[in-house]
């Protein structure tokens, strides 16, 4: 019974390249959060999806940032143009149910831009 | 409305001792409040959670204090641990709203 699982689990890419991420939820979940961490600082939330919709999206940027759920295939974390300040670790984590469900979340990618 | 309060930003025990971390909520809506633990290189992971009916919630040597009228809960790690080392974070939500996280608390348990 597979977790969250997230790829890569690190990712260099050059400033003004793209960034992709993927993440595949626990089987039947159809719920997606993605947080973004820095280094000793807590979680800050991004967006919130569920299959081929966006709930929340108030903490991603306007600019340069995408997020999907399609309703097959994982959810997708997209950076354009990636700048030094994106360099960070993006966690994913997926639930049953909105709300009072637990979350499970994957080991994070760790993106870093040089 | 949508903040979580937590408190203290790092804690140092000794080994046997209680660590005791504290989160404060505002949005009356939220009805669970789980706790979770991160390890270094790790994501979150569920420790145990609550909701508003019960004041009090123990699993093993972690519980949870609830007290709705203040909008507080807290989380006690009995017997602390050298492995108890970790980031936790505190969290509320309810009905569609999306999960609100505190701002996390590293606790060093020393031998």
């Known amino acids: 019974n597979a977790g969250v699982m997230q790829n890569p689990r690190h990712l260099v890419r050059r400033r003004g390249q793209e960034a992709r991420l993927r993440c595949s939820p626990v089987?039947?979940?159809?719920?997606v959060y993605w947080y973004r961490q820095l280094p000793e600082e807590g979680l800050k939330f991004m967006v919130y999806?569920?299959?081929?919709?966006?709930?929340?999206e108030s903490g991603m940027p306007k600019e340069r940032f995408s997020a999907e759920f399609p309703k097959e295939g994982p959810s997708i974390l997209r950076i354009q143009q990636v700048v030094r300040g994106d360099s960070a670790a993006y966690f994913c984590a997926s639930s049953p149910a909105d709300g009072n469900s637990p979350l499970h979340f994957g080991n994070g990618t760790r993106l870093t831009v040089t | 409305q949508q903040q979580v309060k937590q408190s203290p930003q790092s804690l140092i025990v000794q080994k046997g001792g209680i660590s005791i971390i504290n989160c404060a909520y505002e949005n009356t809506a939220f009805d669970y409040f789980p706790w979770y633990q991160q390890f270094p290189g790790k994501g979150p992971a569920l420790l145990i959670a609550?909701?508003?009916?019960?004041s009090e919630k123990k699993e093993g040597r972690f519980t949870i204090s609830f007290n709705k009228s203040a909008k507080q809960f807290s989380l006690h790690i009995m017997d602390s641990q050298p492995g108890d080392s970790a980031t936790y974070f505190c969290a509320a939500s309810g009905g569609y709203q999306k999960v609100t996280f505190g701002t996390g608390t590293k606790l060093q348990v020393i031998p």
């Open positions: 999806l569920q299959k081929e919709n966006i709930i929340d």
């Open positions: 089987k039947g979940h159809s719920h």
């Open positions: 609550i909701r508003p009916d019960v």
